[in-house]
């Protein structure tokens, strides 16, 4: 059964570096998310990407980040100067989005741990 | 605003007995609904989803929701919990007022069977 595959599974970093966090979605999706889980909170919505750009974003995902899609099968999210709360469990899903989007299911990857120090 | 609640932090089961999850939601429109499972040290896994049609919906492992539209409610059900069903489980609502993309998800409620 096809997976949304997610590397590395844990990133440590010191705060103010870069990271850039790895998916590859199921191969014949068509959207692309990112989403986060702070320690004990809830999951929380960052980004949704189609036909090579954002189609919608949150608060949450403020200039400090960006997403790629550098190839055919890789799906970026980049945080450019990680702060201690950028903490988190960050995943990547991604839905067929060929007919009605917002009946897709999403499918999650099993996700990164960032670790900012 | 979209929102979706589930009241219980944990729920303790015996192996064999009936199990319920509950989940209430808020949506102006139509909801799209969804339950997700986290098992330790994985991603989050799709059980089932609500639509349109049927107002119980049958997913995988043996689970099933019930939704009731007078009470804003998509319960997760199981008429016999086994041990390995322990794990985080998440109700989520599609958000259509943004878009149609992001899910809003609850807070999560800890499913605990004991044998």
């Known amino acids: 059964e096809p997976e949304v595959t997610q590397t590395p599974s844990h990133q440590v970093t010191q705060m103010g570096q870069e990271v850039i966090l790895r998916c590859v979605p199921i191969?014949?999706?068509?959207?692309f998310y990112w989403y986060r889980q702070i320690l004990g909170q809830k999951v929380e919505f960052l980004v949704s990407f189609y036909n090579n750009e954002i189609s919608e974003k949150s608060e949450i995902f403020d200039d400090q980040f960006s997403v790629e899609r550098p190839d055919g099968s890789n799906f970026t999210l980049k945080i450019r100067s990680t702060k201690l709360e950028d903490s988190a469990m960050y995943f990547c899903?991604?839905?067929?989005?060929?007919?009605?989007?917002?009946?897709?299911?999403?499918?999650f990857g099993p996700g990164t741990r960032l670790t900012v120090l | 605003a979209q929102s979706v609640a589930q009241p219980e932090d944990q729920v303790n089961v015996a192996e064999g007995n009936p199990l319920t999850v509950k989940c209430t939601y808020s949506?102006?429109?139509?909801?799209?609904l969804f339950w997700y499972v986290q098992y330790p040290n994985r991603g989050l896994q799709f059980l089932l989803k609500?639509?349109?049609?049927?107002?119980l919906v049958k997913g995988s492992y043996g689970f099933e929701a019930e939704f009731n539209k007078s009470q804003t409610s998509f319960h997760l059900k199981k008429p016999s919990a086994l041990v390995s069903d322990s794990a985080l489980y998440f109700c989520a609502v599609r958000d259509l007022s943004g878009g149609y993309n992001k899910l809003i998800f609850g807070a999560g409620t800890r499913l605990a069977v004991h044998p």
């Open positions: 899903a991604s839905s067929e989005g060929v007919l009605a989007a917002s009946s897709d299911t999403q499918y």
């Open positions: 191969s014949n999706h068509l959207y």
């Open positions: 609500y639509i349109t049609g049927d107002n």
């Open positions: 949506v102006s429109g139509n909801p799209y």
